[in-house]
């Protein structure tokens, strides 16, 4: 069998991987000039290949049409994956949250051991070369027409793999290509929208004055001011940036919020807080208590000058300034009223998120070809016969922490098992 991918990211790679295991042909077609260039950025240049949880755990994880996945990840597992990387000596570790790396902290290990893979199988890869029309007879594919170095060429393929990944980090080749050959072909895409992606807050001179800063152990909320509904809650990391916040917590509160109702609507009307919970591990009267030690001990020093054990450095200044207590006032003249408030802002201190970063600075994309026209068994288009999908491109996206790379290798796998 002629099999043809589009794409050669990490679900176009492995679906290369199944292909040629199954005894087919196989050739890879990728525009930029290298596969794996998204794989090169993910974890921060570290890869984030896949999560160390039990495959019966992911589905929680993928709020983006989770259980359309369940036959993928039976066919291609967390240790699958792991299992091509130990054959060619990248060895791995897990990390907080479940998160599995590279012992090396390098992603081109990751890439370089899934394109040895490759080639030991002998699948073909083209690299500057761009699909420009999948070809059908009927309502069956044939081959593809692409563009190499200006010339118009044409490939003829029993099944075409579409892995063109979504629309997030354009400069790594996901432009969205995909969507189009697949609507030509006609399937439809949902609405795409960016996820895991940072949020905008209206208090930019607040989140300029915190620019860098990086919370640990914080406890976060996305709550609706109009019903008062808490959108989602996480415990983690989280960091602040020049137009807002970032971080682990945030980037995965950022897949829920899209999924709200008008959401865009009621974030031009400044109705979604985010609230941090600076000490998620005192309740607010052991919180209390502490403050009043800490007082009791710098009772004699200026209000700004005795909060270096209880907040970072950069953080001191905004909180005095929201607590409305007097900088320079000695800590043995502040009122309990006074230290109340203070003690209610360190477990609620709030930002109003007003949108969304735009979708390049997105991890993943939510959207992509409706699940109803694919086969979850076998990822096959339910309206064209061997034209099948892979990764990204479909409707489905998960938090941060490997699930969404784990997407893309099982069903990738998937698309590539014979029939």
Do not use: W
Not at 7 to 20: D, E, K, Q
Not at 157 to 179: E, F, W
Not at 180 to 185: D, P, S, Y
Not at 334 to 358: G, M, P, Y
């Amino acid at each position: 069998m002629k099999v043809v991918i589009i794409g050669g990211g990490p679900a176009g790679i492995i679906a290369g991987i199944s292909s040629a295991r199954n005894g087919s042909s196989v050739t890879i077609l990728e525009k930029m000039n290298m596969c794996g260039r998204k794989l090169l950025i993910t974890g921060k240049g570290r890869c984030n290949i896949t999560s160390s949880l039990d495959m019966s755990e992911f589905i929680k994880n993928i709020p983006g049409n989770g259980r359309f996945l369940y036959s993928a990840f039976n066919n291609f597992t967390n240790q699958d994956v792991i299992d091509i990387l130990e054959k060619y000596g990248v060895k791995v570790k897990n990390e907080r949250g479940n998160r599995v790396f590279p012992v090396s902290d390098r992603s081109k290990d990751v890439l370089n051991a899934l394109l040895k893979e490759l080639e030991n199988l002998k699948v073909q890869i083209k690299t500057n070369t761009e699909v420009t029309k999948i070809l059908t007879d009927g309502n069956r594919v044939v081959g593809v027409n692409y563009k190499e170095n200006g010339q118009e060429k044409k490939l003829l393929a029993d099944k075409i793999i579409l892995a063109t990944g979504g629309k997030s980090y354009s400069s790594t080749g996901s432009t969205g290509d995909g969507y189009k050959m697949a609507m030509e072909l006609g399937h439809t895409v949902t609405k795409i929208k960016p996820s895991l992606v940072p949020l905008v807050a209206k208090e930019k001179e607040l989140c300029v004055s915190l620019q860098g800063l990086s919370l640990r152990n914080v406890q976060i909320k996305l709550i609706n001011n109009e019903n008062k509904k808490i959108i989602y809650e996480d415990f983690g990391e989280m960091l602040f940036t020049h137009f807002g916040v970032s971080g682990p917590t945030i980037l995965s509160s950022s897949s829920h919020l899209l999924r709200v109702k008008n959401i865009e609507n009621i974030l031009k009307e400044d109705k979604i807080i985010l609230s941090i919970d600076l000490k998620p591990a005192l309740s607010e009267e052991k919180l209390d208590e502490r403050v009043l030690k800490d007082f009791e001990e710098f009772k004699n020093k200026q209000f700004k000058n005795s909060l270096d054990n209880l907040l970072p450095k950069k953080m001191i200044e905004p909180i005095i300034e929201l607590s409305k207590i007097n900088p320079d006032k000695k800590v043995n003249e502040i009122s309990k009223a006074e230290r109340i408030k203070f003690v209610h802002l360190l477990k609620n201190f709030t930002v109003t998120i007003k949108d969304f970063r735009d979708i390049n600075e997105a991890i993943i994309t939510a959207g992509g070809i409706n699940i109803k026209e694919i086969n979850s068994s076998t990822m096959e288009s339910k309206i064209i016969n061997g034209l099948y999908f892979a990764g990204e491109i479909i409707d489905v996206d998960a938090y941060t922490g490997g699930f969404n790379l784990q997407i893309a290798y099982s069903t990738g796998f998937t698309a590539g098992m014979e029939e």
